[in-house]
């Protein structure tokens, strides 16, 4: 009877630790990291962090980290595309990514050479890896009541390079150059940046975005609680069992 139980015991073991072993990925470990965005100009020089402005719908820069925008991300490798950025500490409430929604006076979501149609930076619902403009689920849209598309998984990113580069996708699944330009210490995106000068004739300043890295976790660590609270039971029940397998038969 004692070795019933000792040997129901250890099944249990076996099964538990045979589970946990299958749900361990094949492949490297992803990375989850948590960033600030910086913008660059042309020479290289950074020009301030990206920042929420409690005014207006896109965000501005500012000379420091402190208050800057910080967002979260995962990788499998040291880079990817069509990634998602999370938002921690971000004004714009209610959507949960960072990524580009159409801008109020542009004339259709698509963007390109000699259009002046440009794009906010702002919190959106999540839309599909490689989908085309989406519309209703963005922070712009729902604090103006005007219905602007905006597309989430967005991001280009390497983190040994610590660039960030958005791609935005037209209606027609096309993929012009998205470029990134500050007017009046604001951050827009466009597909042409003499073209939205010449519609809104004031300062452009062309910039690229890059990161500066707070941390850099494993996603196995960021895991290992939940690993854990499987593992604890079967250990338990292999401690319980001890005393039975001393006893004779």
Same mark, same amino acid.
């Given at each position: ?23 361990? @990925?094949? &492949? ?9 965005? #910086? %913008?660059?100009?042309? $020479? ?9 402005? @409690? ?12 208050? $800057? ?17 999370? @938002?921690?500490? &971000?004004?714009? %409430?209610?959507? @949960? =990514?960072?990524?580009? +929604?159409?801008?109020?006076? &542009? ?7 000699? &259009?002046?149609?440009?794009? =906010? ?32 998984? +967005? ?11 958005? +791609? ?8 012009? #150059? ?9 951050? =827009?995106?466009?597909?042409?940046? %003499? ?20 941390? %850099? ?19 338990? $029940? ?10 004779? $038969?």
């Amino acid at each position: 009877m004692n070795h019933k139980r000792a040997f129901s015991g250890f099944s249990f073991l076996i099964v538990t630790l045979v589970a946990l072993d299958l749900a361990t @990925p094949a &492949s490297a470990t992803p990375v989850d990291y948590r960033a600030v965005i #910086t %913008a660059q100009n042309g $020479a290289g020089a950074t020009l301030g962090y990206v920042a929420d402005d @409690p005014a207006y719908w896109t965000p501005l820069l500012t000379p420091t980290s402190v208050g $800057a925008l910080i967002v979260d991300f995962r990788l499998d490798g040291t880079s990817g595309s069509q990634i998602n950025l999370t @938002p921690e500490n &971000s004004l714009e %409430a209610g959507y @949960p =990514y960072f990524g580009l +929604v159409e801008g109020r006076d &542009s004339t259709s979501p698509d963007i390109g050479p000699g &259009s002046f149609n440009y794009l =906010y930076l702002g919190n959106t619902d999540g839309t599909a890896p490689g989908s085309t403009p989406q519309l209703g689920g963005n922070y712009f849209s729902a604090a103006t009541g005007l219905n602007k598309a905006s597309e989430s998984a +967005v991001w280009t990113i390497d983190v040994n390079a610590l660039t960030l580069d958005p +791609v935005w996708i037209n209606s027609d699944s096309s993929t012009p #150059t998205t470029f990134v330009f500050l007017q009046s210490n604001h951050v =827009y995106g466009g597909g042409d940046p %003499a073209a939205f000068f010449s519609h809104f004739p004031a300062p452009v300043t062309d910039v690229t975005l890059h990161l500066e890295i707070l941390s %850099a976790t494993p996603a196995s660590v960021a895991d290992f609680s939940s690993t854990w609270t499987l593992l604890l039971p079967a250990l338990t $029940a292999l401690f319980c069992l001890r005393p039975l397998l001393r006893q004779p $038969a």
